[in-house]
């Protein structure tokens, strides 16, 4: 893609031909501020903020314990986890909104190493999201060490890590530091074809790129709610089981939210069928309405519509950074091929840490990934190509003007 | 306790002269209603809603991923759970919110079983909460079947329960049926001589009943946000470790939110000290938010002025109850001697769903527990005497001028 001698007005151009523009208006953007982290934390929409404030005052305050019926919060792990699957191309009754993803995670590779009983070993990145990988070391151990924890340095390692010892292929399908994508059909068939049951990350796919799990017959997945689906900080996340394992799956963490009649009160347990066996405790209500009404946004949002704007977003930055910033230090550290690209794109520099600070002092908010990566989420419900344009002369600026003394990364940084 | 010929005027005396009374104009409590199920689900604090709505429109809309510092979320479940301990006689930085109160006692109960290597019983109540047992049933699955869930019928059973082989005694203090009350120190005296470890619920007793964790050397406890707490319909749960095994103790659901440096992104895993270990992933902050917020409200109610009004309620409901609805079916399920009681009282009436559904409808919250028990919760903080003089002429008067034709239990009743 060439677009040199780009101008703002062409990319004027682009916002008022993007079909999705319409959809901006219903996030709460500060005006003052260029929002490029929604693959961290997606902005409040309008109607989340509406219905958590009726939720909190009627549902609660009014109706009180009543509204676990009235108000239909008992279904609301299994509505708006269909909500999702709708949008992830889950087969009915296949996803449940509930906890946070690690412990979803946790439910998910318990219960595919429970269908491979006579294998051992659970191959996935080094560069995966750490939280998943640390599941997988605290879950393994909870098992007595038996299972064997087998990371690859790059995709490419995938077909001759794919021995017949392994049980479970867990990976996160788009990296959380460089956009990488995976191929979900091409991977998902490979591991089958070597005995093993997968289980994807969706945490920077739903809401981001495409998937359809049911037709890459994906055997588990889970998600999070607050980066691209915008259900709000620390949003329930979601989990995916194939309706073919639903009857023969069961995980651990059986909670009353799982069983066949939790107010029969009975002291033994007994799964309820289908999803809902995946369920745990009491599920979050005002959290869990947030996200509810940010699903009712993307159900009006087509996904390949979408991809198209996302995709030209992201070739836009990359090819704009290049012309604008070039010789200031910037390396592409994303794909450069968008097939292999999610909806992210990240670039290293030296000075990463410091320049990321610059950047946000001047409202525009990406996120900086050690030990060098400035990270940009692109999310075609509201980013604008004028954002875009925007953000790299504030980049540029910054790297043409700043001298850097190399300050010490904070550990406290955002959450990704 | 003789209240013969009590008369409503007493009670309204009863409410001048109640120090705890100012806080009811503190919650939302719609004026149509008698609530006597705030064991169940807590009121809208009228502090909660204001603080998440700040929440969602300022720190979500306008803060966006920078609130994670500026706002404070990502010391949520430490500082919302220092507010808890504070409540329950927990030492210093032993307490933290987090996840539902299934996957929290998942956690404990895992680290106290390691524990205990060489001891392969868990010893419970048959009529514990049940989701307690199943997560107890879950992770004992998990672990390959070589523990035993030891379940007495009665309290009076311990002594013999507990034998050299048990590794944790995992009880709820006060039972959410009866209200049946444990003395924790006793108990986990009992426990600790036969070389167990102790592991209680405080779902019905933060709040409710006075809790010293410290002085009763309790090991490990877990506990509800949405029922005395009034953190909302679903709220986090929390956790409770003794400072002197949290050197030793690990927990399984080794998410990020546990490790030593999160932000680092390191690939294997490597817990924080202390009690941030036993979190796991991102939390859910609308709603920790709610219950940080109702718990300011807790910090300025002394709980012995609230046990000595919960004992005052409970008894004048009881008297009442017998006094005035003599020889209409009710039989007390509670224990008589409030030493032995939380802040709950329940009788039994054989057609015990219909009863409660006509209170219900006559703006007289309380909860059915089947197979017949009407259960009432009572919560200083906005319970008056005269409200519990109301509850029970209607109660008399449904008893009186009402037939039954026996309907049939909905299971899809309110949650606990």
Chains 1, 2 share one sequence.
């Not at 958590?52 to 009180?64: I, K, Y």
């Not at 875009?388 to 406290?412: C, G, K, M, N, Y």
Request: glycine share 8%.
């Amino acid at each position: 893609m060439t677009h040199s001698k780009m101008t703002r007005e062409e990319f004027a151009a682009f916002d008022a031909a993007d079909p999705l523009a319409s959809f901006r208006s219903e996030f709460e953007l500060p005006e003052d501020v260029i929002y490029l982290d929604g693959n961290s934390l997606g902005p409040l929409p309008r109607i989340a903020r509406e219905r958590v404030a009726a939720c909190v005052t009627h549902e609660w305050g009014n109706g009180l314990i009543r509204s676990w019926n009235d108000a239909g919060w008992i279904d609301l792990p299994t509505r708006v986890g269909g909500k999702i699957g709708a949008l992830i191309g889950a087969e009915a009754d296949s996803v449940v909104a509930a906890d946070s993803t690690s412990v979803n995670l946790f439910k998910c590779l318990s219960a595919a190493l429970a269908l491979r009983p006579d294998r051992c070993v659970i191959v996935s990145e080094e560069s995966n999201f750490p939280t998943d990988l640390y599941m997988a070391e605290g879950l393994s151990a909870l098992l007595g060490g038996r299972h064997e924890l087998r990371l690859i340095e790059d995709p490419n390692e995938l077909p001759d890590a794919l021995k017949d010892d392994v049980a479970v292929l867990m990976l996160t399908h788009v990296n959380y530091r460089t956009g990488y994508m995976h191929d979900m059909k091409a991977v998902t068939d490979a591991a089958r074809a070597a005995g093993a049951l997968t289980l994807w990350d969706l945490a920077h796919s739903a809401g981001a790129v495409p998937v359809d799990l049911a037709t890459a017959k994906a055997d588990f997945a889970v998600g999070c709610g607050y980066k691209y689906l915008n259900g709000g900080p620390g949003a329930p996340a979601f989990l995916y089981v194939a309706p073919r394992h639903q009857e023969a799956a069961s995980q651990p963490l059986t909670g009353w939210f799982a069983h066949k009649a939790p107010f029969a009160f009975d002291h033994r347990f007994a799964p309820t069928d289908g999803i809902g066996k995946f369920l745990c405790g009491t599920p979050p209500v005002l959290a869990m309405t947030a996200l509810d009404a940010a699903m009712d946004i993307w159900a009006r949002a087509d996904m390949d519509a979408v991809r198209a704007i996302s995709v030209a977003l992201t070739e836009s930055f990359i090819t704009l950074v290049e012309e604008r910033c070039a010789g200031l230090g910037l390396t592409l550290a994303s794909p450069r091929n968008a097939e292999h690209r999610g909806s992210q794109v990240s670039f290293a520099h030296e000075n990463g840490y410091p320049v990321m600070q610059a950047l946000i002092a001047r409202g525009v908010i990406g996120d900086f990934r050690a030990p060098d990566l400035l990270r940009f989420g692109f999310t075609p419900l509201y980013t604008r190509f004028t954002d875009i344009w925007d953000a790299v002369e504030h980049l540029r600026d910054i790297l043409e003007t700043s001298s850097w003394d190399q300050p010490e990364f904070h550990a406290r940084a955002a959450v990704t």
